[in-house]
Nanobody
Framework: QVQVVESGGGLVQPGGSLRLSCAAS????????MGWYRQAPGNQRELVAR???????NYGDSVKGRFTISRDNAKNTVFLQMSSLKPEDTAVYYC??????????????????WGQGTQVTVSS
């Protein structure tokens, strides 16, 4: 099984910055995509940012120009740099990782793993 662990959430004032980290571990043969999603109370989970193999990125419309996703391929880690934070960014942020797992390529299987989530609160 592939485990995904987030870190870096917390309380920040409006206009401030915060950096989230997410590490995937286990028998990972290839990591096709890693991304961040968020869910506020009463809302559906939504895409924040996603990075796909080849460094292609997707961002949710509400965070474009304020958030930046990056990754360290050697460490199967993805980062989310959040700037100019707004109260409406308050949510639980979840990391997702997708790819192939297994001990050997000929016995690999697809995985789609989620972390437990980390709370981000933007408030004065």
């Amino acid at each position: 099984q592939v485990q995904v662990v987030e870190s870096g959430g917390g309380l920040v004032q409006p206009g401030g910055s915060l950096r989230l980290s997410c590490a995937a571990s286990g028998n990972i043969l290839s990591l096709n995509a890693m991304g961040w999603y968020r869910q506020a109370p009463g809302n559906q989970r939504e895409l924040v940012a996603r990075i796909i193999s080849g460094d292609n990125t997707n961002y949710g419309d509400s965070v474009k120009g304020r958030f930046t996703i990056s990754r360290d391929n050697a460490k199967n880690t993805v980062f989310l740099q959040m700037s100019s934070l707004k109260p409406e960014d308050t949510a639980v942020y979840y990391c997702n990782a997708q790819g192939m797992q297994g001990m050997y390529a000929f016995r690999s299987t697809w995985f789609d793993s989620w972390g437990q989530g980390t709370q981000v609160t933007v408030s004065s």
